[in-house]
């Protein structure tokens, strides 16, 4: 009997450890099959596949939390959560969001496919930069979230230029050319890409443009000219180069055909590099000297106001991002440490670092005592970054109507601080909100669905999304109700 009595209770205890789970298309809301799913706890990892209707079984599982996450790109990823405790089998469902698809092709004036042609998609919160294929052909759907589009192409390297027009002497290049046909991204046409939709077979013929030359010469730290090295031309990390060319026996070098923009000359020499952004408006640009610079470090440190005996937060990792051409998002990310950031060159960077722990907040960011009043700041050498911590913060609070995933944002309206001073948080149950020990000021407040946003691509918002925010002011020690809808 009482051997019985011990089989009936370890059977149990193995049904109890045990899940359940669903895996559902929040689109159709049917359950996915074929699905490859990972269920974790620390070190530990199973792997199941869903059935027919996107169901799982697991059994033998530790108590504890465990995590859910799916094997694909062809879904947003959310991963989800549940607990094995007191001999009760678990059940989860994981809402998985179709990414929508976007394809089409690249030609020529004459309507020629264009080879290798690069392919960008942008939003005012995602972008992506690839190749067409060898038929000037692209896919696009892996990784891909609902959103609105601008769509651009411009030529690979090597690519024969366009005639010139000898009757009155002008040379023309092929520029970035935006979907339908605009050389401006406010005459592109915006491509709405739902959940699960296809937007398919769209053409974009790369306009000729008068173009003009950029004439310089590459110099040492010294002042004396480097010979033979290579200088490229682009919009800056991290999208393709352009163009390349080699200087002469003197330094001297020449891009014969540039089309207007903005653009990035660079060119290295073991650990030294040079870097200058360009203005190209309508004419050549001559006697540009392009100066390579020797490696140099900034350091940083933090200031809090608190208490006597209060203890302060640690420093935190910070991130410079390199300035890229007005028609992209924020370059990646190239220097990131906890004190100190070594093997950095002049130019222009965005500074970020994370929020601290809660009651603190992000006060202040400032380079050699000065504190920043612009999106970008510029180095030239070494240099000290300190972070100023505060206590008695604002909050925002609200519900947000229709919000089961998605995120709050508040974005400073002055657009210095955009880039540092951004705040998110999550809709969590019955789309309720909050955010928490917030720098008090002028915000605008405003819900997006998906997943949140990445830190380093802040303060590109275009004015159209901000002109359908809610405008909300964070005062110190108090808290701010604003209710929202979901964009």
């Known amino acids: 009997m009482a051997k019985l009595w011990m089989a009936l209770v370890l059977c149990q205890s193995a049904a ?48 504890g939390t465990w995590i859910v996450r799916s094997e694909t790109t062809s879904y947003g990823f959310r991963p989800a ?105 406010e005459g592109a046409a915006k491509i709405p890409l739902k959940a699960g939709a296809e937007v398919l077979d769209l053409e974009v013929k790369l306009m000729a443009v008068a173009a003009h030359s950029i004439r310089g010469v590459c110099l040492n730290p010294d002042g004396s000219p480097v010979a033979n090295i290579k200088i490229t031309l682009g919009e800056g990390r991290p999208y393709p180069i352009v163009q390349t060319v080699t200087s002469n026996a003197e330094g001297a070098w020449e891009f014969p055909a540039v089309t207007d923009g903005e653009w990035n000359l660079a060119t290295k020499s073991g650990e030294l590099q040079a870097s200058q952004w360009i203005d190209m408006t309508g004419h050549d640009l001559e006697r540009l000297a392009l100066r390579l610079s020797a490696p140099f470090a900034v350091t940083a440190k933090i200031e809090a106001e608190a208490p006597q005996g209060m203890p302060v937060p640690r420093m935190p990792s910070i991130a410079l991002a390199p300035h890229v051409a007005r028609t992209g998002l924020e370059g990646a990310l190239i220097a990131q440490g906890m004190v100190r950031m070594d093997k950095l060159y002049p130019g222009l960077y965005s500074i970020s670092a994370p929020l601290p722990p809660q009651p603190f907040y992000l006060d202040s960011l400032r380079v050699d005592g000065a504190e920043i009043t612009t999106r970008e700041v510029e180095f030239s050498g070494p240099a000290t970054i300190t972070v100023g911590y505060k206590l008695n913060g604002g909050a925002v609070r609200g519900t947000v109507e229709g919000c089961t995933e998605g995120s709050v944002w508040l974005v400073p309206q002055e657009p210095a601080r955009r880039f540092a001073f951004f705040r998110f948080a999550p809709c969590l149950n019955a789309g309720r909100y909050e955010v928490a020990a917030t720098r008090p000021g002028e915000y605008y407040a405003l819900a997006v669905a998906g997943e949140f946003p990445r830190p380093w691509i802040f303060g590109i918002f275009d004015q159209a999304l901000l002109d359908r925010a809610t405008r909300v002011t964070v005062r110190a020690g108090e808290t701010t109700a604003a209710d929202l809808r979901l964009y």
């Open 81 to 185: 959560r549940f607990a094995i405790a007191n001999g009760t089998p678990a059940t989860v469902e994981l809402k998985l969001t179709p990414q929508p698809k976007i394809s089409g092709h690249v030609v020529d004036g004459k309507g020629v496919p264009v080879p290798k042609a690069t392919i960008r998609l942008l939003s005012p919160i995602y972008s992506y930069t690839g190749a067409a294929d060898a038929d000037g052909k692209f896919d696009i759907h892996d990784n891909l979230p609902p959103g609105e589009y601008l769509l651009s192409a411009t030529a690979p390297q090597g690519l024969k230029p366009p005639d010139s027009e000898k009757d009155v002497g002008r040379i023309l290049a092929w520029a970035r050319t935006y979907y339908p046909a605009s050389l401006l991204p």
């Open 16 to 63: 109890a450890q045990s899940v359940d789970g669903t895996v559902v298309n929040t689109v159709t809301n049917i359950g996915i099959p074929g699905l490859k799913v990972n269920v974790a706890q620390g070190t530990t990892f199973h792997s199941v596949t869903t059935d027919s209707q996107g169901k799982f079984h697991l059994d033998d599982l530790k108590e």
